[in-house]
């Protein structure tokens, strides 16, 4: 069964960093594209990346390139979202994607979100 | 302001059939046959209900069907279901530099 199991909610205060996780499982993870959709409260859905966990090439959409930073680590099977300095505008609840690029396009399997909370 | 257009909400009465619009442009909906439609209820994680335009991934009921005509897209919900009130949300391929664009949501109740 593939799963993606994200890492747990984070309270942050602006300035601060911070990295949250994507586990994937049951499938070959260095063959699947990874990605990451963004959720403002009460808002749609906003697409920020994706990268390859084979040879870590990576995408950015125009709006989130340089505000934040995907990564992956194959050898554990986990993508990474991270930010050098949050704002307060970067509260969201944000979902990793198995995320079909080359053979379609569409994300077939969600993780089941991770909702960051920055706030002084 | 997103970049694919959906109307905020639709309704419907149990057995009735809905259909949700997604109009884009010929920089994204018109340009490739991608369009994947999502289910979203509350507090729920999204769950992809079409993709390619038309097709069902495994699992998903046969009342959920896609198509495109030009430069907006569509999805119809036929037989509706209390357990189908839910978010919908169109996405399309935009090309290499802007990847995916989603349509603003459409908020689906059923009467």
Known sequence: ?120 | QSALTQPASVSGSPGQSITISCTGTSSDVGSYNLVSWYQQHPGKAPKLMIYEGSKRPSGVSNRFSGSKSGNTASLTISGLQAEDEADYYCCSYAGSSTHAVFGGGTQLTVL
Do not use: N
């Open chain 1, 1 to 120: 069964e593939v799963q993606l199991v994200q890492s747990g909610a984070e309270v942050k205060k602006p300035g601060e960093s911070l990295k949250i996780s994507c586990k994937g499982s049951g499938y070959s993870f260095t063959s699947y594209w990874i990605g990451w959709v963004r959720q403002m409260p009460g808002k749609g859905l906003e697409w920020m990346g994706i990268i390859y966990p084979g040879d870590s090439d990576t995408r950015y959409s125009p709006s989130f390139q340089g505000q934040v930073t995907i990564s992956a680590d194959k050898s554990i099977s986990t993508a990474y979202l991270q930010w050098s300095s949050l704002k307060a505008s970067d509260t969201a609840m944000y979902y990793c994607v198995r995320h079909l690029f080359t053979d379609g396009y569409y994300f077939d399997y969600w993780g089941q979100g991770t909702l960051v909370t920055v706030s002084s």
